[in-house]
């Protein structure tokens, strides 16, 4: 085995040998021509926390003192409704679009009428139970230090997610955000949010304001794809050339239901499995210096 952690039980792959030969692949190229490209809730944030569900961007304010009982209620009625058509093996990408358009709409709506205060931002991620997956220190920190760029794209809240990261202590230099960010008046209180709404089903290039980002790497050809939908399978569009891509998925819930579609699409499935390890072996073994 090259890479230790994939002999992990969590791990599940459709086809070892093939994974194997990216892996060499991205090796040979080395740090100088990789990128990583990853959704943020639960994928960089954990799923579950001392078996308890963590939050999501929208649930930590969703769940925070600065929203009204009676909007909390409406937007669990949302979620209700839509996540389980979001997660809906049945349906296709197609189907899901439409409705998760309707969904994010109606919550930033509900949001818009609570007059959130940009400075309470900070303090109620503090207090929230939101968690980076174990092993994120290493993760986050690796890539800096070889100067692997990292692109996080996110169907999540910018704010939010940047806060996280950075009371974590590991915003550095070479992240990317690409998420929807609330807009602030003068007095810095919400009042929207800026540009086209990025939902679980849309993360290509249709809502790639700024593609010149992938333009300036675009001698980066290696890419890590971390995500734990269907939908963040297409996180790596705005990519003008891929040579070697390795999609690591982290399936969370609906294990059953969802395992072959996953191994199907990802290279690498990770059951229930709450760390980076994998990310941090494959990327210690492509950065190691002989």
Same mark, same amino acid.
């Given at each position: 085995?090259?890479?230790?952690?994939?002999?992990?039980?969590?791990?599940?792959?459709?086809?070892?040998?093939?994974?194997?030969?990216?892996?060499?692949?991205?090796?040979?190229?080395?740090?100088?021509?990789?990128?990583?490209?990853?959704?943020?809730?639960?994928?960089?944030?954990?799923?579950?926390?001392?078996?308890?569900?963590?939050?999501?961007?929208?649930?930590?304010?969703?769940?925070?003192?600065?929203?009204?009982?009676?909007?909390?209620?409406?937007?669990?009625?949302?979620?209700?409704?839509?996540?389980?058509?979001?997660?809906?093996?049945?349906?296709?990408?197609?189907?899901?679009?439409?409705?998760?358009?309707?969904?994010?709409?109606?919550?930033?709506?509900?949001?818009?009428?609570?007059?959130?205060?940009?400075?309470?931002?900070?303090?109620?991620?503090?207090?929230?139970?939101?968690?980076?997956?174990?092993?994120?220190?290493?993760?986050? =920190? !690796?890539?800096?230090?070889?100067? %692997?760029?990292?692109?996080?794209?996110?169907?999540?809240? #910018? +704010?939010? /997610?940047?806060?996280?990261?950075?009371?974590?202590?590991?915003?550095?230099?070479?992240?990317?955000?690409?998420?929807?960010?609330?807009?602030?008046?003068?007095?810095?209180?919400?009042?929207?949010?800026?540009?086209?709404?990025?939902?679980?089903?849309?993360?290509?290039?249709?809502?790639?304001? =700024? !593609?010149?980002?992938?333009?300036? %790497?675009?001698?980066?050809?290696?890419?890590?794809?971390? #995500? +734990?939908? /269907?939908?963040?399978?297409?996180?790596?569009?705005?990519?003008?050339?891929?040579?070697?891509?390795?999609?690591?998925?982290?399936?969370?819930?609906?294990?059953?239901?969802?395992?072959?579609?996953?191994?199907?699409?990802?290279?690498?499935?990770?059951?229930?499995?709450?760390?980076?390890?994998?990310?941090?072996?494959?990327?210690?073994? %492509?950065?190691?210096?002989?």
């Amino acid at each position: 085995m090259l890479i230790p952690e994939l002999s992990k039980d969590t791990v599940r792959m459709k086809d070892p040998e093939k994974v194997q030969e990216l892996i060499l692949a991205l090796k040979s190229g080395g740090d100088k021509k990789l990128q990583v490209i990853s959704d943020f809730d639960m994928t960089l944030s954990r799923f579950k926390y001392n078996g308890k569900r963590s939050p999501t961007c929208y649930n930590i304010i969703d769940n925070s003192k600065m929203i009204s009982d009676d909007c909390r209620k409406k937007l669990k009625d949302l979620f209700n409704i839509y996540y389980p058509l979001e997660i809906d093996p049945n349906r296709t990408s197609q189907e899901k679009f439409p409705l998760m358009v309707e969904w994010w709409s109606k919550a930033h709506t509900l949001l818009c009428e609570q007059r959130i205060e940009k400075q309470m931002l900070a303090q109620v991620v503090k207090e929230s139970q939101a968690r980076l997956r174990e092993g994120f220190e290493e993760f986050f =920190d !690796t890539l800096h230090q070889s100067e %692997i760029p990292l692109f996080i794209f996110s169907a999540g809240i #910018g +704010d939010v /997610l940047e806060e996280i990261i950075r009371q974590a202590g590991v915003y550095h230099s070479n992240i990317k955000v690409v998420s929807n960010y609330m807009n602030f008046d003068d007095n810095g209180v919400m009042n929207g949010f800026k540009g086209e709404i990025i939902h679980t089903y849309n993360k290509n290039n249709s809502v790639l304001r =700024d !593609t010149e980002y992938f333009q300036q %790497i675009s001698h980066r050809t290696n890419i890590i794809l971390l #995500g +734990d939908t /269907l939908g963040d399978l297409t996180m790596s569009e705005g990519v003008t050339n891929v040579e070697n891509i390795v999609r690591i998925g982290f399936l969370n819930d609906k294990v059953e239901e969802l395992t072959d579609q996953f191994l199907q699409s990802y290279d690498i499935v990770l059951i229930r499995d709450e760390t980076l390890d994998v990310a941090n072996g494959i990327l210690n073994f %492509i950065t190691a210096k002989d």
